[in-house]
């Protein structure tokens, strides 16, 4: 079937470590992105991509740093330095074209301890 | 700067009631609007959407509704099911996002269908 995988669901990091979420999906979008969710707050744009090897900042980039090296995956990394990591982070595709419909994976849960 | 707002952080509708979740947004740029729909610990799922050249679309039981001067939309959902009962965010798209999907996303409405 063809969707957006995310993992893993659920991520435990220590203060001071990066850490990388993973975004795959074959349903051959051009365009991916990376959002947060935060308690009573909307979701937030990270970092997006509309092209391989192509990427641009979203509304809340700072301490998070992403790679396109292939069109089926857009990995994220959390930096050290991004002071609030802990949050619900969402990977979503799309074609890039028309509507933009953005389609999104099932989310990772990433709490620092 | 919230540029699309959901005032009302929850909403409790009788099973067969109808549903009416509001949304207004400040930014005249905005050209798409669309609605999605999440529940706990999973990615949101896009509900139905809107031109801002319509003022209205409808999808079976979800009908949006696009004020432009007001700078308003309303997402109806009758008859509301228990099976509703879940976060609803609206979203909204620029005319000056290129190619991409880029949404600004309201801060949600948590709708409760009770029996």
């Known amino acids: 079937d063809g969707g957006i995988t995310q993992s893993p669901k659920y991520l435990f990091r220590k203060e001071g470590q990066n850490v990388t979420l993973s975004c795959e999906q074959n349903l051959n979008h051009d365009a991916m992105y990376w959002y947060r969710q935060d308690p009573g707050q909307g979701l937030r744009l990270i970092y997006y991509?509309?092209?391989?090897?192509?990427?641009q900042k979203g509304d809340i980039a700072e301490g998070y740093s992403v790679s396109r090296e292939k069109k089926e995956s857009f990995p994220l990394t959390v930096t050290s330095a991004q002071k609030n990591p802990t949050a619900f982070y969402l990977c979503?595709?799309?074609?890039?074209?028309?509507?933009?419909?953005?389609?999104f994976g099932q989310g990772t849960r990433l709490t620092v301890v | 700067d919230q540029q699309v707002k959901q005032n009302s952080p929850s909403l409790s509708v009788q099973e067969g009631r109808i549903s009416i979740l509001n949304c207004d947004y400040t930014n005249s740029m905005f050209d798409y609007f669309l609605w999605y729909k999440k529940y706990p610990a999973e990615g949101p799922t896009f509900l139905i959407s809107?031109?801002?050249?319509?003022d209205k679309n409808e999808d079976g039981r979800f009908t949006v509704f696009l004020n432009k001067s007001a700078k308003h939309l309303s997402l109806h959902i009758v008859p509301s099911q228990p099976g509703d009962s879940a976060v609803y965010f609206c979203a909204a798209k620029g005319t000056n996002t290129g190619t991409a999907s880029k949404l600004t996303f309201g801060t949600g409405t948590r709708l409760q269908v009770t029996l």
């Open positions: 991509s509309q092209i391989v090897n192509d990427f």
């Open positions: 809107i031109s801002s050249i319509k």
């Open positions: 979503a595709s799309s074609t890039g074209q028309g509507a933009n419909l953005a389609f």
